[in-house]
């Protein structure tokens, strides 16, 4: 099976740096996605790594290390509105990775 | 272009009432995929098809039955609604195969309430 591993909640204020931190464990790894939702939205992909490294997409950034099963996600410049939830996701092998598994989501309030 | 569309977006229901909910994609994605998210826990696969007349199971799959006899539509059916069924339902779609995006379009979501 798989699960994934994400904190529950961060905090930071606006303007500054924060990381979120995933570690999955899979039977079978295709890649790393993370989604972002807020509150009463649907989620949206960000962005998706499936090689070691960084993925920069603005002020967005995706770190993936496959020997450690282990991946974040690098917000910069804080704004209010990335007040949201970011989820960590991986396709399952036993579909043939037809399915993505989200991880319970970490919750980001940006304070002024 | 609507991306994926869900039919109703709110809905009370009594115990034991049936409702089906419709999700639509006009970006001719070969699968589509039904979740649930309760607070505070991430999204939870009910069923899902690769295509055309096809359908399987994913985590939570009691409860529910899915059709999708055509590309564009995936519906999700609730026989006799529960009160653990209360959640929000969310559809979602995507092309399948390896690429640099592995991105799954969501639908704006289902909120449903079972009393």
């Known amino acids: 099976g798989q699960s994934l591993e994400q904190p529950s909640e961060v905090t930071a204020v606006e303007g500054a740096i924060v990381q979120i931190n995933c570690t999955y464990q899979?039977?079978?790894?295709?890649?790393l996605s993370w989604y972002q939702q807020h509150d009463g939205g649907a989620p949206t992909f960000l962005s998706y790594n499936a090689l070691d490294g960084l993925e920069e997409t603005g002020r967005f950034s995706s770190f993936l290390s496959r020997s450690d099963s282990y991946g974040y996600l690098l917000l910069q410049e804080l704004q209010m509105k990335d007040s949201a939830s970011y989820f960590c996701a991986v396709r399952a092998l036993n579909t043939g990775f037809q399915k993505l598994v989200f991880g319970t989501g970490t919750r980001l309030l940006v304070s002024p | 272009n609507a991306g994926v569309t869900q039919t109703p977006k709110f809905r009370v229901l009594k115990t034991g009432q049936s409702m089906t909910l419709l999700c639509a994609q006009d970006m001719n994605h070969e699968y589509m995929y039904w979740y649930r998210q309760d607070p505070g826990m991430g999204l939870r696969l009910i069923h899902y098809?690769?295509?055309?007349?096809?359908?399987a199971k994913g985590e939570v799959p009691d409860g529910y039955n899915v059709s999708r006899l055509k590309k564009q539509n995936f519906l999700l059916g609730l026989e006799s609604a529960a009160p653990s069924q209360t959640s929000v339902y969310f559809c979602a779609s995507r092309t399948p195969g390896q690429g640099a995006n592995d991105e799954q379009y969501f639908g704006p979501g289902t909120r449903l309430t079972v009393t």
């Open positions: 098809s690769v295509g055309e007349g096809t359908t």
């Open positions: 899979t039977s079978g790894f295709y890649g």
